[in-house]
Structures are given as structure tokens and as C-alpha cells.
């Protein structure tokens, strides 16, 4: 009997025991969530030849391996406020990292959900929902919250439990920031002999360089994952000693792509393909789409996690819910399509979004004139970030090196993600695969328009406009105007001058915007007529439009009109302002040098609210979170004159 054949029979049997009530609230489930920080699939059960997880690779044969799990975004604030809200960050307004966008008051956490259902819940440890309601959500959520919360915590033993444990040895802090003797130290120093990898054959991608520093920090990376590996496998020993493992469903995924150069942050595979292990043990092994050790080619999206958790707990699935539950009695059809949503990052202004359907992936990058590998302050703390930086003015790249060290991207980008996994060959320009890119950007689009997409609105101005509400409230209020400001955008990279010359003077602000990017991201000069606009865009009543109008201006040489303009935004009162400003001004570098005393000025300003000695990995309310982003921008601008 073929594969499919009896994956096929066996998915009707399983129908059986969910027709005849098995599943009736009577009894359910534990849940628990083992959650690792920055991992593609790197695992020896995904077949990584370079994998020293024995622990996973021994789950994975338990469990179902889902091959077409993806992300939310690549990077974790955003994707953990999906995941804990069952709905699309730029839904929400929570796409930028760490902006503290309200959301409506009944959005407490899915946890909460099923605490009212006499769940018991905790967290260990990690908490950035990137939202405003960042507390409430914890205080809803979890009866546990903290380094020791636990299911052992419970009270009543006969309680059901939904538990997660976020493995932080993954994170990109160890894997690449830290600096090495520190890493020897606190990681590598806990693994055996035979367990670390060795550089000189750790297996390299054609998009990174092969250098020492680059093969030892990828196998730093492996080095990681293997003691990330022995961690999941002291909890699936606790919950086997605690006579447990045969009433609870165990998760184990990633919240994004690893963490090293090319992946977290990129809305390639790299990026956004995360591994994903379901264990369900005997007594609910009907609710598995195969049977244990098989694999799953249905695609899972972070959205979807919420509404299956409740699905298998027979928990009500509340309707602003935007994900598909893919397991329980909830189950809808399979999807077709997961989406992704690149925006801020820290200091890194960025907007792209991407559809990844059953074997291609398209990204529409908004921002073409920034590249992939923009300067940023955290990881650039890691030396391997600076092998790219060095090749990048070289001629011995390659093109897959290229494509990551230039300057800017394409406009469109399309994936055949079946006979290209690592993203390599660009066919958006292909003629064999113009029908493919028609339909992709169309599905895009709909999503987005049919999403409320958020992102699309200048930072500042999105909160201008939710004061007093909520992001998804205002976003289903008809208030915005969804299809205008998607047109301008999506002008960027693609309309002649006198297009984006007429968007300069729409009354919608964020049609202006867009309009002042698309005409900085032209290859082609200015005429006199785009240069006269611009200028009279330096007096717009949206601060975002003038900065973006006096960094076209600035890149034309216009720099006598354009740096007062950026100096006076750095002094503004609300520090997205000053964020957006002081990114603009490091990335002009030396041709803003009369910015520098106002730059330094704006450190300053930045390390009262912040101390500059406080660990970025640590999430602070309120400005403190965007003062450490101005700060990273003006002290890698007054590092250049140095």
C-alpha cells in the first residue's frame, strides 16, 4: 500500500472517534508549548546533515513533522503577539517592534480563554506581546508567570495545564552577539567533546562567505542548537516522571527563522520557515492528521496556533479570531496561502510583505532603495556581521552574496521554494513565471486590503490616529482609507515621476508619504518640477512626510535645505519622530555631518529615559523602548567621525 494510500485511510479512521464524541469537554487535554528562539528547520528529523539533537529527532519520531509551518514575521515581538492573539499583527497595529499599540480590552491572551475553562497556565518565561496592553494580557493570561512557573505549580494535580517554555540558547544573543568567551562559557562549555562542531566542516550557504570567522560562528550556532536540544529533553523527562506524557499534546516550534545573517529579519524562507512537532499520545492520537513519525505537508501558520489550541480543548474560539485551527473539532480546510509582514525593527526602518502558497513565495518589498543588510546596532555587535559588511565593497561576491550585501532590493522577488529552498533565483522577472507573480501579487493585495494592514500608515501618524481606541477598532472603522494609501504604496518602484508627484498632493497623509518614499527609491534624477515638490514638502503638517521629502532631497545633494529639517525633527516630543529622524540622518552618514552636535545632543536625550548599560533584550514600557532605538542611531552616526 503506497504512502499517500494508507496516510489516506488512516486520516478516515481517525474521522471515527471525533464523529462518535470523543472529544466532549469531559475530559482534556494538557497542552504544553516548548518554543525555541531564532530556528529555521535545523534539526536532524528535517534532515539538517550538521544536527546534533537526538532529543528532537526521538520526539519528532513520536510525533507529526509539519513540513510548511511558517512564522508570522520574521523576527519575535510581532510574531508572539500573534501567536497569543490568534490575529495578524499589522491587524492589530502590534507589526513594529516593540511600539506599545493598544489593542481592544476583551483581547487578553488566548491563555485567558482557557483559564476561565479551569485550565491552569504559565509561561517561562518570555513575555513581549508588543502591545500597550503588555501587562493586562500577562495578568489575564497566566497563573504562573517567571522563570520557575511550571505545571508542578498547580494546586489541584487533577487540574488540566496548558504550559510554555521559551528556550532562550537558540537566541541570536548566543548564537552570534555575545562575544565568544562568554558563549564558551555559558553554552558550549555544557556540551561533550563529541557534541561541538567542529568549523572546518560545518556545511556553509552559498549566501555566506567562507571565511573562519563565518564557519566558527555557524558552528556556534550548531553548538546552540545541541544544547538547546538537551533542554527539551530534561522537560519531556518531567513530564514522563510526573506520569503526564500520556494526557498531554506537546508543541514544539520556533518563533522565526534562526537568528544568524540572512534569516532573521528576511521574509525568505530563511526567515520565516520554522520547525513544528506535535506529540499526541495514544489516548488522543485521533485528533493526529497521520500517525506518528509520518510527516505533514499541510501549511500551518502562527495565526492559526490560537484558534487549534482552543479547538483541541473544546474552548469557545472567539469570532475576531483571524487564524484556522487545523487540529480538533474546529478544524477548518486546509490553507492555501500564510502571509508574512516585515516592518520596523529596532532602530531599522523596513516595510515588506510577503505570500508564501504550497511552493513559491512572493515578497513586494516597499522600501527597495534599503537593502537587506542594513547597519543595526544589537547584532551588528556580532563579528560576522562584519564579514558581510567587508565583502559587500569587494568584487569576489557571488550573486547569492550580492543579493544580501547590496544596497537595495528588488522591487518584487519570487521563490520556486521546491527546487530552490534557500531562495537563491530570483523569477520575478522571469516570462515563464509572469502568471505566477500576477496571481500572487493579487492575493497579496486582497489580503491586505481585507486584513486592515496597519503598516501602511506612517508610525506617527497611526498613533495620531488611535488615540483613544485601538488599532484593530480603527482599522474596522472605515476611518482609513485602505485602498488609496495601497496604491501609493504599491507606485513605490514602479510609477513615473509625475505619479508620484500627484500622490505628493493628495489630502491624505499617508498617500503623501508613500509618494515622498517612491520618489527617493527612483534610480532616475529628479527633474526641476520633483525637486521644487520635495521642497515644499519640507513644510507638509505630517513630520514623517518631511523627513522622508528632506532624505530625497538630501540624496540629491540638497543638503543646506534637508538637514535643518531632519535637526528640528530630532528634538520633537514623540520619539517615533525622533526615531524615524535619526535613522534617516545616520544612514545620510558623512553628508549629514552638520547634524552632529544635534545628534549628540539626542543621545543624551535618549540615555535619560534609558540607561544605556540596561540589556536590549530586556522590554521596557512607555519611551524607554524607543530611546534605545534613537540612541543606537545617533551613536552609530557619531561613531562614523570617529
Known sequence: MSSNITQSFFSVLLIIPVLFGSLDGSERPNILWITAEDMSPVLGCYGNSDAVTPNL????????????????????????????????????GTQQMRSGFPLPSYMTGFPARLRKEGYF???????????????????????????????????????????????????????????????????????KEQEIHDPTKIFLPPYYPDTPVVRKTVARFHDCITMMDKEVGLILLQL????????????????????????????????????????????????????????????????????????????????????????GPKASKPRTHAFGHRDR????????RSVRDGRFRYIRNYMPHLGYNQPTAWPDLGEIRHEFYRISTGD?????????TSPTRPVEELYDCKNDPQNLYNLADSRDHENIVQLMRGQLHQHLIQSRDLGFLPEYEAWEKLKGSSGWEVGRSGKINFKAILQAANAVGTAGEQKLLHL?????????????????????????????????????????VRIEAANALALQGEIKLAIPVLIKELKHQNLIVVTHAARTIELLGVKAKDALPSMKACL????????????????LPGDQDMAMFVGFSCQAFINQFK
Open 57 to 92: 529527532d526521538k520526539f519528532s519520531r513520536e510525533s507529526v513533522r509539519y513540513t510548511h509551518a511558517f512564522a508570522s514575521a520574521p523576527v519575535c515581538s510581532p510574531s508572539r503577539s500573534c501567536l497569543i492573539q490568534g490575529a495578524y499583527p499589522p491587524s492589530l
Open 604 to 619: 543624551n536625550r535618549a540615555h535619560q529615559i534609558r540607561p544605556p548599560d540596561l540589556s536590549p533584550v530586556i522590554v
Open 240 to 327: 514522563e516522571d510526573d506520569g503526564l506524557a500520556e494526557n498531554t499534546i506537546v508543541f514544539f516550534f520556533s518563533d522565526h527563522g534562526s537568528g544568524m545573517p540572512r534569516h532573521k529579519r528576511a521574509l525568505l524562507d530563511s526567515g520565516m520557515h520554522v520547525p513544528l512537532l506535535i506529540r499526541f499520545p495514544e489516548k488522543w492520537k485521533f485528533l493526529a492528521p497521520v500517525i506518528p513519525g509520518q510527516k505533514t505537508d499541510r501549511m500551518v501558520a502562527f495565526v492559526d496556533f490560537a484558534p487549534t489550541v482552543l479547538s483541541i480543548t473544546s474552548t469557545p474560539i472567539p469570532s475576531y479570531m483571524q487564524g484556522k485551527p487545523f487540529l
Open 396 to 404: 569576489l561576491k557571488n550573486p547569492a552574496q550580492s543579493h544580501f
Open 121 to 191: 497556565t504559565t509561561n517561562n518565561v518570555k513575555t513581549d506581546y508588543n502591545s500597550g496592553n503588555l501587562e493586562n494580557i500577562i495578568e489575564q493570561s497566566w497563573n504562573e508567570n517567571s522563570t520557575e512557573a511550571h505545571w508542578r505549580k498547580r494546586e489541584n494535580k487533577e487540574s488540566p495545564f496548558f504550559s510554555v517554555f521559551n528556550l532562550m540558547t537558540s537566541h541570536q544573543s548566543r548564537t552570534m552577539v555575545w562575544p565568544y568567551d562568554r558563549f564558551k562559557k555559558e553554552i558550549q562549555s555544557k556540551l
Open 345 to 352: 525593527v529596532d532602530e531599522v526602518r523596513d516595510l515588506a
Open 504 to 544: 505628493l498632493q493628495s489630502e491624505i497623509e499617508a498617500v503623501r508619504y508613500w509618494a515622498a518614499i517612491g520618489l527617493t527609491a527612483r534610480k532616475e534624477k529628479p527633474t526641476e518640477e520633483g525637486i521644487l515638490r520635495l521642497r515644499e514638502a519640507l513644510q507638509d503638517s505630517s513630520p514623517s
